[in-house]
């Protein structure tokens, strides 16, 4: 008997174990990916009319013709994409409203900017609702990147806003945001090492007690001087507005 011959004809049996067995395991995860239901509408942009996204609105925290919204359908084997330009300083943003049960959450986003300033105190980024639930944002000019969020809800019949937005809760930017294949999951468990957020926590924060008005009640006038001075509007000018 060739004991050579036998040797290499087990390591090769061996190699082909392994790799079926990674094929396998492969193949079970993707059925699990795939299996999952995304708690978006239209999360893929897929479907629209009138340069609009179905299930998706816009949101601007200051009126300017100088920000615009564009829906660009599927073409061939690229995905739908939504888009947002700020010719001038805006917080501007897609959004979709969904209603959660308590559990663990990921929310991810694929974002693509143009003319981003680095320097820039926000980028483009997903949220849910304006505070603190946020992933990091992307700036500056480049490829895709995919940016994503994992955050709990502890209440029944949560009401969320999750928003696809260029610029931050009272952190303006300028540039163009393009976004694709946006998901909301509900998972068993983040990757281990994920910083996961309390959304509930971060809503009773700024729920209204009166240590919490103070600071807002500041930044909302920073926000209105930023967008008078922003504007080029005299803040004695009464014909704002009408």
Do not use: C
Not at 93 to 121: D, K, M, N
Not at 215 to 230: N, Y
């Amino acid at each position: 008997m060739d004991v050579a011959a036998g040797t290499t004809t087990v390591k090769r049996n061996r190699i082909r174990l392994v790799f079926f067995a990674v094929m396998t395991l492969s193949a079970l995860l993707s059925v699990q990916v795939d299996a999952a239901q995304n708690l978006l509408v239209n999360g893929d942009f897929s479907k629209g009319s009138d340069n609009r996204p179905a299930g998706w609105r816009t949101e601007t925290w200051i009126d300017l013709q100088t920000t615009t919204f564009s829906w660009i359908p599927p073409f061939g084997s690229d995905s739908g994409e939504v888009e947002i330009s700020n010719d001038k300083l805006n917080d501007s943003r897609w959004v979709q409203s969904t209603t959660l049960s308590p559990g663990l959450y990921y929310a991810g986003v694929e974002i693509f900017t143009h003319g981003v300033p680095v320097q820039s105190w926000a980028g483009a980024l997903i949220s849910i609702g304006d505070q603190g639930v946020a992933s990091l944002d992307v700036k500056g000019n480049g490829n895709w990147s995919k940016r994503e969020v994992f955050f709990t809800v502890g209440r029944q019949h949560t009401k969320v806003d999750v928003k696809l937005r260029l610029a931050g809760f009272l952190n303006f930017a300028v540039g163009q945001a393009f976004f694709r294949n946006a998901v909301l999951f509900k998972i068993d468990r983040a990757p281990e090492g994920a910083l996961v957020l309390d959304l509930d926590n971060t809503q009773r924060l700024w729920a209204g007690s009166r240590w919490t008005l103070v600071p807002i009640g500041l930044l909302l006038v920073a926000a209105i001087l930023i967008g008078w001075r922003m504007l080029d509007i005299p803040a004695g000018d009464e014909t704002f507005g009408r």
